[in-house]
Structure formats: structure tokens, C-alpha cells
């Protein structure tokens, strides 16, 4: 018994001493002087920086809500210390931004940041999609599959009206700028602290706008088509509900009278008229030199900083999502509309289960398949296994010549190697 304890003790630690190296796949095929499917990766050493792997988001399923960004144990924790908190000192003067209605000053600037990232976003967008020679954007006529690429691919991934008479093969037909990047719309807080909730009656009252505007407009950002309140002095919480003894002036119930107009069936060509207008910049003709390479570099750049800038915002600023639909909401509380017609709405009146959002509900990527070759064949169903994704923003811009972003190249699978047609069922 001894003996045997001992042999298994050293089997067990030359098996520990083994697993520094690991060994991503095992088997390994020579195909016409090429080797599929092994590579060797090594524990980094130190001062080495290592690259953090990311895959695609797996959407969940429609009768499922989605996960919680923030633990429920945590959201519990808070609530009750927020309840213990009113019990010791019911009237009290809120002390932090924005809770208190006041601006975070170190915010303000980078609100702007975020906005003007947007628009040099569109502008880019807008010139690689609708210019002559642009690589085309397809969608898919009975689902939301999008494709950059000249050719549809061919993988079955179809899931719309009539899909199995069709083997599940998409419809492909041309697609624009909304399809590439997605922007949410929400009601606009005129007091996002005095009245942070859009009631149902007043639903065809209040205006509509992207949402990341709305976000860059809570933080510091002002607009002449959107007034917000601005208050300086912060505000009071008697038992919970919010006090303002700032006195209010005419011009702010003139400023918010004035949003009551009938424009959310026109909100969408309003925005888009808008992005028009921006195409006339005055730095127009320094555009027009750029090469398209230099104009999908700055493309992605701005997609990537308004990124960062919008998940800065979220930290302090909150914006929040429907668990069982896409509706998403800019402020402190969700709205009362009743139009959420996803799983149990029944049980919730059509009203919406309002959650934390992330920065994918605030900022929709539509991820596409990432092709290698433009010019190449379409590619094919039986080797999906071997594509990668990516958000369509950054493979349009990849396609036109800008380098991929590291944050992107697992995701991508850029170090994979498919195989052909004839070889797919060769390789383990």
C-alpha cells in the first residue's frame, strides 16, 4: 500500500509538472504540405504582457431575460443599505454627482468626446458605404444576418419566415448604414432628477433621440433641439422621494413646454438629414485626399473611443434595459410605456422588467463574419467552424485597409487556418 502511494504521488506531479505547457490541440494532419489545427502556446514570462482571449456574445434564447451585469446578492446589499440609510436620516442633502443633480466636471469634456466620436463615426460610415466602389453591405431579407462582402456567404443560419423551405440559406439584398451599427433610441429627461419617468399618456409628448446622445446630454452635453435643467444648488431626499427647493424660472417651463412637438415618426429622418448637413464639413477638401485606408483608420478609431468614452459614462451615469426586449432607457429609472410585447408581458401589463445595461444594449455591434479574402468564394457552411466574428463596424473598416484592433484578433481567428472544401472532414 505504501508503494502504490508513493508511484501515484509521482504520477501526480509529473502530470502538475506537464500542465505548464498546454497543448491547444492534440491531433495533427499533413494535407498537401500543410498542418491543420496544432499549435503550441507556452506560459508567458515574466514582463510579458498577455493578450486577454474574447469571443462572440451567444445570444440568448427570446423567453429567457438576460443575465445581470451586477450580481443579484449585490443589488440586494445595496437596496437594503439605501433602506437603512433612510431610516437613520430621512432628510438629508444628496452629496454625490449626478444623484444630486449636479454635473461631474471631469465628464463634461469627455461627453463631448463621446458625441463628436459619433458623428466623425457616421461621416466615415457614410463615406464607406455610399461612395462609388464601396464594398457593399447585404442583409438579409427575413432575418437580422448582416454581410460585408461583395457575395453573400453560404452558411445556413437562417431563421426567418419560411427558412426550412429554403434549407435555411439567407436572402441577401443591400443594407446601409443602420445595419452596420445600431443606435437605440430613448425618451429625453428634460429633469432627469425632479422627473426622471415618461408616464404612458405622455409617451407621443415627449421626443425621442439616440440614446448615446442622451447619455453625452445627461453628462454635460447641450443641444438646442434637446434642453435639459441645469441646476446649481443639490438637491434634498425626504423619505426617499427627491426635493428640489432651487425655484424654477419661467424659461424652464417654457424650455420644456416646448417638447411637446409631434416628431417621433420623423425622428429617424431628422437624424438623418442631420448627418447630411455634417457631411458639408469645412475640412471637406482634406478628406477628399485621404485614401480610404486613412479613412477607415479614423473610422475605427472614433468607433473605438466612443466606445471606451460611452463605458466611462456608464460608471457614473446609468442607463438601463429591458431584461426581455432591446428598449433602453438613459436615467436613473425606466419609463412606464407600456409597449413591451416580448416573454410575459402579459403578467407585466406590457410594461417593461427593467435591469443594469451593458455597453452592447447601448450600443448595438451587430456581429458579422469576418472574411479573409474580399475577393475570394463565398464562404461555406461546412467550414463555419473555422470563421470568425466580428462587430460590423470593424470588418468594414478592416476590409478598406485598417489594421485590426488587438482587442478583435481572437475573436476574429486570425491564427486559425482553414482548410479546403475537399479537406474539412481530413482534419480533427
Known sequence: ???????????????????????????????????????????????????????????????????????????????????????????????????????????????????????????????????????????????????????????????????????????????????????????????????????????????????????????????????????????????????????ENEEDKSRERSLNREHLSQEFEKEMTRIDINLMHPSQKLEEEMTRTQLSTNTLQAWLEMKSGAIDLMKEYSVITCGYCPEVQVGPKGHKVRMCKAAKHQFRDGQHAWQEATIDDLLRPNHVWHVRNPQGPPLANELKRYYGKAPAVVELCVQNGAPVPNQYRSMMRLDVVPPDLDEHDLVA
Open 1 to 247: 500500500m505504501l508503494m502504490g502511494g508513493l508511484q501515484l504521488h509521482h504520477i501526480f506531479t509529473a502530470k502538475k509538472r506537464a500542465s505548464h505547457i498546454l497543448i491547444l490541440a492534440t491531433a495533427s494532419l499533413s494535407t498537401q504540405g500543410r498542418i491543420y489545427s496544432v499549435k503550441k502556446c507556452e506560459e508567458p514570462e515574466h514582463g510579458e504582457e498577455e493578450l486577454s482571449y474574447s469571443d462572440v456574445p451567444r445570444a440568448g434564447k427570446k423567453w429567457e431575460r438576460k443575465p445581470f451585469p451586477t450580481p443579484m446578492k449585490e443589488l440586494i446589499r445595496r437596496a437594503k443599505q439605501e433602506k437603512r440609510d433612510r431610516q437613520e436620516n430621512p432628510c438629508r442633502v444628496l452629496e454625490h454627482a449626478p444623484e444630486n443633480g449636479l454635473l461631474i466636471p471631469h465628464l463634461i469634456q469627455l461627453a463631448h468626446g463621446v458625441y463628436n466620436a459619433r458623428e466623425t463615426l457616421l461621416h466615415g460610415l457614410f463615406k464607406l458605404v455610399e461612395s462609388d466602389g464601396a464594398i457593399p453591405v447585404r442583409k438579409c431579407r427575413f432575418c437580422s444576418e448582416v454581410y460585408i462582402g461583395h457575395h453573400g456567404h453560404e452558411i445556413r443560419s437562417c431563421e426567418g419566415p419560411g427558412s426550412a423551405s429554403r434549407n435555411a440559406y439567407h436572402v441577401w439584398r443591400r443594407g446601409g448604414i443602420k445595419d452596420v451599427v445600431g443606435f437605440p433610441y430613448c425618451y429625453h429627461l428634460f429633469d432627469r432628477v425632479g422627473k426622471p419617468r415618461v408616464g404612458h399618456k405622455e409617451r407621443f409628448q415627449v421626443p425621442k433621440l439616440p440614446a448615446i446622445t442622451e447619455l453625452c446630454i445627461q453628462a454635460g452635453l447641450d443641444l438646442d433641439e434637446y434642453p435639459t435643467k441645469r441646476r446649481t444648488k443639490p438637491v434634498y431626499s425626504i423619505e426617499g422621494r427627491i426635493v428640489d427647493f432651487e425655484p
